[in-house]
């Protein structure tokens, strides 16, 4: 809970001669979470609570999201500090390493991942699912390079009639206009590493190969960057922790993951057991010592039907999410004493 997290959020500050902000998407199964422009407003709360300062640092733990909210989260920083710093705990993946490439510099655990940044559309207009009609397929940007790449280099296919018979088979099953936004994505994203990159490196050469890498070269969206990968081979700025700023990182990540169940299987069947089969999961995290926290939770009801089916009797559970949606859980220490300062005076 934020509570037991406030003296380890001050000795991580002491630390790092910084301010801390702490940004936390679950990956738990079932309620995954992802960076979204709706934290941008929760940001700017925290921001203006801690003010203008010399150094930020963002304490991140992500598998990713949305690639223009991680460049709205990085420009908002930069106005509130003059170096801004990325700690990772264990992964900040996707537009979790899009925002750390952003950063001055950044401290990695011995377990800490980056990955690559290659984005995925999902629009309306995306395939469906096989047997989940409401659901579309998330295509990726690299996946649409590598179908074309594979037929043109791999199975050395040279005229044009038969790659254009190769273009038109694909954008049957895959609609043109998201062929066409695969193209733009796949620019804008090249476009906003190199505006971030140059916090961290200044040869321009270097900064291409750096893109090059995290775009495609790496093969995979899941692979994963370790710190000696990130630092030796890639060139990025960063720092191992000591090992007491490893026992904070760690402290406040185990404390986090204790909240969010990192690790844990949602089982409706057991929250049968609790009263009325509610139950309530904190998904997300916004913290700071002088903003307090705020928590993205799904709250909802879990029911048992009976129905009957060609088959027989079978049981259903039910989940009737009843909300969603971030929650200002702790306030700070500061907003206490401002409060029972208020209830101390009268006016008249």
């Not at 990955?115 to 649409?144: F, Y």
């Not at 049981?315 to 208020?342: L, P, T, V």
């Amino acid at each position: 809970m934020y509570k037991n997290r406030i003296e380890l959020y001050r000795q991580l500050e002491e630390a790092l001669d910084s301010k801390v902000l702490v940004y936390v998407t679950s990956d738990r199964t079932g309620f995954e979470t992802q960076i979204a422009q709706d934290v941008i407003d929760l940001f700017i709360n925290h921001l203006d609570k801690i003010g203008i300062t010399e150094k930020i640092s963002l304490y991140l733990y992500t598998r990713g999201g949305d690639t223009a909210a991680a460049w709205n989260i990085v420009n908002l920083l930069r106005q509130y500090c003059d170096k801004l710093e990325v700690v990772i705990p264990h992964k900040a993946h996707s537009a979790g390493t899009l925002i750390s490439i952003g950063a001055n510099s950044i401290i990695m655990t011995k377990q800490a991942t980056l990955g690559p940044i290659d984005p995925s559309i999902n629009t309306p207009l995306n395939p469906p699912i096989p047997n989940n009609p409401t659901a579309t397929m998330p295509v990726s940007v690299e996946a649409v390079k590598g179908y074309l790449e594979f037929a043109k280099e791999e199975l050395s296919i040279k005229d044009d009639m038969a790659l254009a018979n190769i273009f038109t088979k694909l954008s049957e099953s895959v609609h043109p206009l998201v062929l066409g936004n695969v193209y733009r994505s796949r620019a804008q994203i090249k476009m906003l590493a190199e505006k971030l990159l140059i916090n961290q490196i200044t040869d321009p050469n270097k900064i291409k190969q750096i893109i090059a890498f995290l775009c495609s070269e790496s093969g995979s969206h899941d692979y994963t960057i370790n710190r000696r990968e990130a630092k030796d081979n890639l060139g990025l700025n960063v720092i191992k922790p000591d090992d007491s700023l490893y026992a904070i990182i760690k402290a406040i990540y185990d404390d986090i993951g204790c909240e969010l169940g990192f690790g844990e299987t949602f089982d409706p069947r057991a929250m049968l057991k609790s009263p009325n089969g509610e139950y309530t999961i904190t998904r997300g995290l916004v913290e700071s010592l002088p903003g307090g926290s705020y928590a993205f939770v799904s709250s909802g009801r879990i029911s048992q039907q009976i129905i009957s089916t060609p088959a027989g009797q079978q049981q259903r559970i039910n989940d009737d999410r009843m909300f969603e949606g971030w929650k200002h859980e702790f306030e700070s220490e500061f907003d206490r004493k401002d409060d029972e300062a208020s209830a101390g005076t009268s006016t008249i």
